[in-house]
């Protein structure tokens, strides 16, 4: 059963566009989200998180925005620049107990010149 | 400072076999974290250590094994290797408590099972 769901393997988008990556989960008592940037022969990087209190989270270049009774997260990125191209991954989990993430499967972004 | 530091980077095994994953946190960090990723999912929690005793453990069988040592390093066991069980193994540290508690991940160890 997947908790944490990215529908979206990948997406290209073109150099100073907005990237929208979205992220949706079904488990009701997460309440902690963070997204990930994981390039190739390294491990994922911390890159931004919010609380279910909030709806919205940024930090610089990067939002990311929470739909709570969607159940749905999407990070935005403006604007995009190609050192952005990876595989960013969602995690939830619950509050005090950061350790334990459940991750989606990724989306791989491309920027493109 | 260094990071998370795991070893070895790579490691080919055959069915059947024993393995034993090492990590280092990041100094300052007292809780570590084990996941596998298999190609093309995301990561998966298999452990977490803290001040040496296990702290939560995800939904892998018996034959996954982990244990902290007083320096605050760790290693994974997993015994009797299954095709299944190829994977990268990547650890994380982190300082518990923290009200900004986020994970810090190593560059993990590719693990191919023959």
């Known amino acids: 059963d997947q908790q944490v769901k990215q529908n979206s393997p990948s997406l290209s988008v073109q150099e100073g566009r907005i990237s929208i990556l979205n992220c949706d989960y079904t488990?009701?008592?997460?309440?902690?989200f963070l997204w990930y940037k994981k390039y190739p022969a390294e491990g994922p990087t911390f890159l931004i998180s919010?609380?279910?209190?909030?709806d919205k989270n940024e930090d610089g270049r990067f939002t990311v925005f929470l739909n709570k009774s969607a159940k749905h997260l999407s990070l935005h990125i403006v604007p995009s620049q190609p050192g952005d191209s990876a595989v960013y991954f969602c995690?939830?989990?619950?509050?005090?107990?950061?350790?334990?993430?459940?991750f989606g499967t990724g989306t791989r972004l491309q920027v493109t010149l | 400072d260094a990071g998370v530091t795991q070893s070895p980077t790579h490691l080919i095994k055959t069915r059947g076999q024993h393995v034993t994953l090492r990590c280092s946190p990041i100094?300052?960090?007292?809780?570590v974290s084990w996941y596998q990723q298999v190609l093309g999912q995301g990561p998966q929690f298999i452990f977490q250590?803290?001040?040496?005793?296990?702290?939560g453990r995800g939904n892998f069988p018996d034959r996954f094994s982990a244990r902290q040592f007083p320096n605050y390093s760790s290693e994974l066991n997993v015994n009797a290797l299954l095709l299944g069980d190829s994977a990268l193994y990547l650890c994380?540290?982190?300082?518990?408590?923290?009200?900004?508690?986020?994970?810090?991940f190593g560059s993990g160890t590719q693990l191919s099972v023959l």
């Open positions: 994380a540290s982190s300082k518990p408590r923290d009200i900004d508690e986020k994970l810090f």
């Open positions: 488990n009701s008592m997460f309440d902690y």
């Open positions: 919010i609380s279910s209190i909030k």
């Open positions: 995690a939830a989990t619950l509050t005090g107990t950061a350790s334990k993430l459940t």
């Open positions: 100094s300052g960090h007292k809780s």
């Open positions: 250590y803290y001040e040496k005793e296990e702290r």
